[in-house]
């Protein structure tokens, strides 16, 4: 049985759904709702009614999207929906899309709206008391976040209007009776600010939730699932990064199976500056890893000689990783006498539903993890079946995670680094004038500059890229024709999207002087300021 299954079995009667139509907030809810202790879970709207049911949950959110309910091929809840929620009593709410498509699809009418409605708007209750509000003596005003195109004309029989947006436009319905909701704005949005409030009125007080749900017991849970499926005589193996996701993910197996998890550590010759010694003594000392070390810095850089294309370097590096990999499975092999049976990976909620198609594309539901991951081919290539105790958790839950693990704070908090390394952040051939060597040094005093500075934990991440053009420049009195660093730094909840970071100037100034005074090569620095979208995160 799937880990999700487990979980829900055991906060029965304290589950909620969420059922993704494609928001850029869907993920925003599910953590959202973790927040408060309670166990969340999402799919994708186009999942079968049968994985629906499997979860048995108490509640049950439809998402914001971008579509409109009047496209042909629109998502939609599956066929006798409402009549399943009415007969098993769950809480049913609808966000921005969700509301719309609630009064679509129970008989009412929606509309291309005269006017559209995005960004921060005022709302306003129109009832004394509703379910979605509570009780007020007067109505009330609160700031939201709209972000529609459509509007709800007609209401289904049953339905009311609790709240108007500033334009005369519904903004929050219900139906007591049916315990079927909808907000037309985004609650799960900072910018809405009573929104978590009145999410937690209707998961509280009208879906009948109890919190329960904390990240020790998803630990405990996680254990006892890997101790099941890898049976006493198996053996596991990990490809570690250095990264926090496959080192959590990693401990939690090693917690369940002890010595049977074999972890391999390939330096690729991408790495960071002192990468290979400072992972590994944490491996060691810290986290009681076994872990072994896999230099194949000549393998990778003989491959990527003369490779440019940023996709060809990403398939090349994923295909050595393999071919690497299975070496060392294979030398595993001949010391135990037998060949392991499972793979342990670091896969996190996002790569889960970012690997789902989008609803109302046409295509199926999936669980093909992204091809960013180096390891993402080695379950096929070499039989083995996953273990991944991190799948339906995020980011900062993981880090949570990893402090109940022990693991070092200072290794927790490090920044993300991309799974193909440097490879990406040096613009076209990774080979020549000595470029990843200029690109650590460059990159470890910007990282030590931000970690001076006390800015180290305000950033989601930071790096410096390896810029493939030729400046001229004046050093020493003399005329230089040297390459350029570019340093970019950004904010983020979750990496899905980003803000460039703001230093000062003065910081900015110290920085580019170290780099041009310290690092062979380089007689310029630029700062990218773009936030994404519409850039990404990495250059490449």
Request: glycine share 8%.
């Amino acid at each position: 049985m799937a880990s999700v299954e487990v979980t829900a079995q055991k906060h029965q009667g304290n589950v909620v759904l969420v059922l993704d139509f494609g928001s850029q907030y869907t993920h925003l809810i599910t953590r959202r709702i973790r927040g408060l202790s309670i166990v969340s879970f999402c799919l994708p709207a186009n999942a079968s009614f049968d994985s629906i049911k499997a979860l048995n949950p108490s509640v049950i959110i439809l998402s914001g999207g971008p579509h409109s309910v009047h496209e042909e091929g629109a998502p939609s809840v599956p066929d006798g929906f409402f009549e399943y929620a009415r007969e098993n009593k769950i809480a049913v709410l609808g966000i921005c899309y969700g509301l719309q498509l609630i009064v679509k699809v129970l008989g009412g009418e929606v509309k291309q709206a005269a006017s559209q409605e995005y960004g921060r708007m005022l709302i306003k209750t129109t009832e004394k008391s509703s379910k979605l509000y509570g009780d007020l003596e007067e109505p009330t005003e609160q700031q939201v976040w709209m972000s529609h195109g459509d509007e709800a004309v007609k209401l289904p029989e049953g339905f009311t209007v609790v709240a108007r947006s500033s334009q005369g436009n519904v903004a929050a319905i219900e139906n007591a009776s049916m315990n079927v909701y909808g907000l037309q704005y985004h609650p799960e949005v900072t910018h809405s600010e009573l929104g978590l409030e009145t999410l937690k009125r209707f998961l509280l007080d009208i879906g009948g939730i109890s919190p329960d749900w904390k990240l020790q017991d998803v630990l405990t849970e996680q254990i006892e699932l890997v101790k099941s499926m890898v049976g006493p005589d198996d053996y596991a193996i990990c490809a570690l990064s250095g990264g926090v996701d496959s080192t959590v993910a990693a401990t939690i197996v090693h917690r369940a199976i002890g010595d049977r998890l074999f972890c391999c550590f390939v330096d690729n010759g991408l790495m960071r500056y002192k990468e290979q010694e400072r992972v590994m003594e944490t491996f060691k000392s810290d986290l009681h890893l076994p872990v072994t070390c896999v230099d194949a810095t000549e393998q990778f850089l003989g491959k990527l000689k003369g490779v440019s294309d940023p996709e060809k370097k990403r398939k090349i590096i994923g295909a050595e990783f393999i071919a690497v990999f299975d070496e060392f499975s294979t030398k595993l092999e001949k010391q135990l006498g037998k060949r392991p049976a499972f793979l342990v990976q670091g896969t996190l909620y996002p790569d889960v539903i970012e690997s789902c198609p989008p609803p109302g594309s046409g295509k199926s539901h999936s669980h093909t993890i992204k091809s960013h991951h180096n390891v993402g081919g080695l379950p096929a290539e070499m039989k083995l079946k996953l273990v991944e105790p991190l799948k339906w958790l995020f980011k900062d839950e993981v880090r949570k995670l990893g402090e109940l693990l022990d693991v070092p704070s200072y290794f927790l908090k490090r920044h993300p680094f991309p799974g193909p390394g440097l490879a990406v952040r040096v613009m076209g051939d990774v080979t020549l004038d000595n470029a990843l060597d200029t690109l650590r040094l460059a990159d470890e005093i910007f990282i030590n500059c931000i970690k001076e500075a006390g800015l180290y934990d305000e950033i989601w991440q930071a790096f410096a890229v390896y810029l493939p053009v030729k400046t001229v420049g004046v050093q020493g009195d003399k005329r230089t024709h040297s390459h350029a660093i570019a340093l970019r730094a950004i904010t983020s909840q979750d990496g899905m999207t980003a803000d460039w970071y703001h230093f000062n100037t003065k910081f900015l100034a110290e920085v580019s002087s170290k780099i041009c005074n310290t690092v062979r090569g380089i007689n310029r620095v630029v700062y990218d300021i773009t936030s994404k979208p519409p850039a990404t995160v990495e250059w490449e």
